[in-house]
């Protein structure tokens, strides 16, 4: 239904910042909610943000509450994910995905690839 595409990621240093961003094409974007899920070698994918797809309300796990900011653009078909204060712990492939707004992987229908953050110490 909707292709994602994720990007921005890399190695920073803990305490720096990185910007996520989700291009996605299909003319439904801007009534889709999305999600950026998280998932670090050896565990189960977790949740990380959500935003409904007005983008009036925001979800954050309380892990980056705080540190993370999901916003969107639908004029650009992109979700993007700031994260500042980076931890080591946040260390993970960080995935896109579209759907209902939801802490739940089930409850989305697309996912991007991932785009991997390493954060060192």
């Known amino acids: 239904q909707v292709q994602l595409v994720e990007s921005g990621g890399g190695l920073v240093q803990a305490g720096g910042s990185l910007r996520l961003s989700c291009a996605a094409s299909?003319?439904?974007?801007?009534?889709?909610?999305m999600g950026w899920f998280r998932q670090a070698p050896g565990k189960e994918r977790e949740f990380v943000a959500a935003i409904r797809w007005s983008g009036s309300m925001t979800y954050y796990a309380d892990s980056v509450k705080g540190r993370f900011t999901i916003s969107r653009d639908n004029a650009k078909n992109t979700v993007y994910l700031q994260m500042s204060s980076l931890k080591p712990e946040d260390t993970a492939v960080y995935y896109c995905?579209?759907?209902?707004?939801?802490?739940?992987?089930?409850?989305?229908?697309?996912w991007g690839q991932g785009t991997q953050v390493t954060v060192s110490s």
């Open positions: 299909g003319r439904t974007f801007s009534s889709t909610s």
């Open positions: 995905a579209a759907g209902s707004v939801s802490s739940m992987p089930s409850n989305y229908d697309s």
